[in-house]
């Protein structure tokens, strides 16, 4: 290869674009961009009565700190910077104590959107492009209370009733997953000179829910350590340590993916799914109707190829996989069900989201073929309808 720096992208080698070479040179050199100092702003554009409230909640569990006065303070805090004999703000403390950050820098915002359909460009029944939109500003924690509110009011809500016959409504996504992912968005994304002008999009499908922050993973992290127990590398460590010190969006350092995952098993949803994309980070949720079959057989070919050193797998390859899988499944149910088990405990034990999925291609063809049976025979419907191997 002659000329330039290339970039490994799954098979093939890349040439590199001036984004991820200033990454590779800022994360070398440990340039930390929230530090940044915001020339064209003063100490008394941030809110004051905000500054004053963390300082003091700051001096509680630092006592050297309350010695200090109160500009040095906020100096080492990272909330303000020294240059050319002045004193500005910085990135992070414009963003968080900021009285309208936007007038600094007007693209660090969240455009949301509600899509009428599966795919951006789609039109409802009137020629909407979108059902709703809204650009969301202010500081971290506006935008992040902002873009919640948005959600909440355009999810859709439906009534769940237990096995105790008591009723609930439920969201659309679970709440405390989808805060975690716009709290990481607006935290870790890159704020460098070279994406301060893209902002976070957050689109809502039909049949997901998509989130897109500027800026790939930082440094030596990579996808596969997402939600581990390994030490990831902070992109901007001010931003994250006066939040947590606030305690307003980060409250446990490292458990925003944990959480993201545990809620959406909660609700029989997907994990949430990670994609990095040379130059921005995606996130994605999808809902029960983005639990397509199509859906589940692309992620068990996923784990396939995974399996199989990512060899590219032919059609007719991947029909073979689909009916090998499928029969691999239907013994396990077999020896499962020896006892009698219920759809749900079926599903578990399978961890196959898709109810419909699991029905349609599992447990139907058993019973067609009279391997497996009803106890319930009289009303094949009925709430507790549990299923049993037949002649085991």
Known sequence: ??????????????????????????YNDHIIEDKRPNKSASIDDLNKDSLIKYINKV???????SKNFFEKNLKLCGITDSSENNIY???????????YPQCYYPQLFVACVVVPGKVLGETGDL??????????????????????????????NTVIIDDNGIR?????????????????????????????????????????????????LYGTNKLEKLGTDNMMEVRNPNIVRILEEKGSVIENRHSGIPTMKREMKKYNLPEPEFYEERGSFKVIFRNSLGITKEYVENQWISQLNEQNSGLQ????????????????????????CIKPKSAKEISNYLQIKSRQYLSSNIINPLIIEGKLEYTNKRSVN????????KNK
């Not at 703000?89 to 009285?99: K, N, Q, S, V």
């Not at 999009?201 to 922050?213: A, F, G, K, Q």
Request: charged residues 30%.
């Open 89 to 99: 703000p910085t990135l992070a403390g414009t963003m968080i104590f900021g009285e």
């Open 1 to 26: 290869m002659k000329g330039g720096s290339y970039i490994r992208v799954g098979d093939s080698d890349m040439l590199m674009t001036d984004y991820e070479i200033y990454s590779l040179q800022s």
């Open 127 to 156: 020629g909407e492009r979108f059902i709703d939109n809204k650009r969301v500003e202010g500081t971290i924690e506006e935008m992040l209370e902002g873009t919640m509110n948005f959600l909440r009011r355009n999810m859709k």
């Open 168 to 216: 609930s409504n439920r969201a659309e996504y679970p709440i405390e997953a989808l805060r975690e992912a716009v709290a990481n968005a607006l935290i870790h994304r890159d704020y460098s000179t070279q994406t301060e002008h893209a902002y976070i999009s957050v689109y809502m499908y039909e049949d997901r829910l998509e989130i897109i922050n500027p800026g790939a």
């Open 382 to 389: 009925a709430r507790n309808q549990k299923y049993i191997t």
């Open 313 to 336: 797998i032919s059609g007719q390859q991947r029909n073979k996989k689909r009916k090998k899988l499928i029969e691999e499944y239907k013994n396990r149910i077999l020896d499962f």
């Open 59 to 65: 001096k509680i569990n630092k006592p050297n700190f």
